[in-house]
């Protein structure tokens, strides 16, 4: 459910009205009965709830016409969970419903995870000191290396650094961490996107690409040795690319995915191609885990004025890529 004061509440209710998320999944929500109780007494049109208890069998909860079922995980009051007045109880809340999420996808219970905004700064000031969904999953799952693949329609950019500081991305880049970032992006293109022979461009850190050198050493010295030591185990990436040219050549369809240096060379052109509906895939866990590629929106939260795009079109592609799972599992 994501941060209880944010638009979580109201966009998972809203996709679990769409026609299309309920052929496609039996989606189990974690998060508090009573925050969304109190979000869908605000509208009349947002779908009826079941809340499942310890000892009552939950598959038939999830594959009847009684309503969406949620696992009730925490019970803030309402000074706890007003819209857009985020306390540390939410905080606690987001990480048990994350921490519960990761055990039923590990243990194969759940198929999948699709997540709705956290505060990171909530989280942290409730004592988590995370800097977001995809470190924290990356622990429970003991996962080394895991990356953000950001997903519409035009583009896929997958971020070598993330959540960090400006300042800090260029002593954050090295030629593993760019080898190990295309990897898994060549990795997610075959297996879950089902292309036999991605094609992956790599992003630039510099204007002009460095302009051999006059604008930075980084690509002659990290991205491109990066990029060929991929290649040497059979990737076929190519760059670096001066990125002010590249996204308009990806929009285009000529790749498969950029992978690019820092968290808003990849972002600003993915949103503003798909500020509505775009999708982020976690590379690397041992599970699925999609989410919505916005924040808490603590602004409009309560308004009813959540767009809940993003988070459907999470929860079709979480679905999606868990049939095709079980597909190959069982040739």
């Known amino acids: 459910m994501g941060d209880p004061a944010g638009v979580g509440p109201e966009v998972i209710l809203k996709a679990l009205s769409h026609q299309a998320v309920g052929r496609a999944c039996n989606p189990l929500i974690l998060g508090d009965w009573g925050v969304l109780q109190r979000v869908r007494a605000r509208s009349k049109r947002l779908p009826k709830l079941i809340s499942w208890q310890s000892g009552m069998p939950l598959l038939p909860l999830l594959r009847g016409n009684g309503g969406f079922v949620v696992c009730p995980l925490s019970t803030l009051r309402e000074n ?3 819209p857009g007045r985020p306390v540390k109880a939410g905080g606690h ?3 048990r419903y994350i921490t519960v999420a990761a055990r039923l996808a590990l243990s194969s219970v759940a198929d999948a995870i699709a997540t709705a905004p956290i505060s990171k700064s909530i989280l942290i000031d409730a004592g988590y000191n995370y800097p977001g969904h995809t470190e924290l999953l990356a622990e429970l799952s ?6 953000m693949m950001l997903i519409g329609k ?3 950019v997958v971020l070598v650094t993330g959540h960090i500081g400006y300042t800090k991305v260029v002593r954050s880049l090295t030629c593993d961490g760019i080898r190990t970032t295309l990897e898994l992006t060549h990795r997610a293109l ?3 996107f089902g292309i036999s022979r991605p094609r992956i461009a790599v992003a630039a850190l510099n204007p002009h690409g460095g302009e051999e050198g006059i604008f930075g050493s980084e690509e002659k010295e990290i991205i491109a040795p990066g990029v ?4 040497r185990k059979g990737i076929p990436a190519s760059g670096p690319f001066p ?3 590249l996204f308009y050549k990806a929009a285009r369809g000529e790749y498969d995915a950029v992978v690019c240096m820092y968290h808003d060379q990849g972002l600003i052109p993915l949103k503003l191609h798909h500020f509505f509906g775009g999708v982020a895939l976690t590379l690397g866990p041992p599970f699925i885990r999609t989410s919505v590629d916005h924040g808490t929106a603590y602004d409009i939260a309560g308004s009813g004025r959540a767009d809940e795009t993003s988070m459907a079109q999470a929860i079709l ?3 999606e890529l868990a049939r095709l799972r079980m597909k190959s599992k069982n040739h």
């Not at 060929?228 to 290649?231: D, I, W």
């Open 80 to 82: 706890e969970s007003r």
């Open 93 to 95: 809340a987001a990480y």
């Open 142 to 147: 003991r996962t080394p290396e895991c990356r």
């Open 154 to 156: 035009k583009l896929r």
């Open 190 to 192: 075959k297996n879950s």
């Open 228 to 231: 060929q030591a991929a290649k």
């Open 243 to 245: 990125a002010d040219s």
């Open 317 to 319: 592609l979480a679905a």
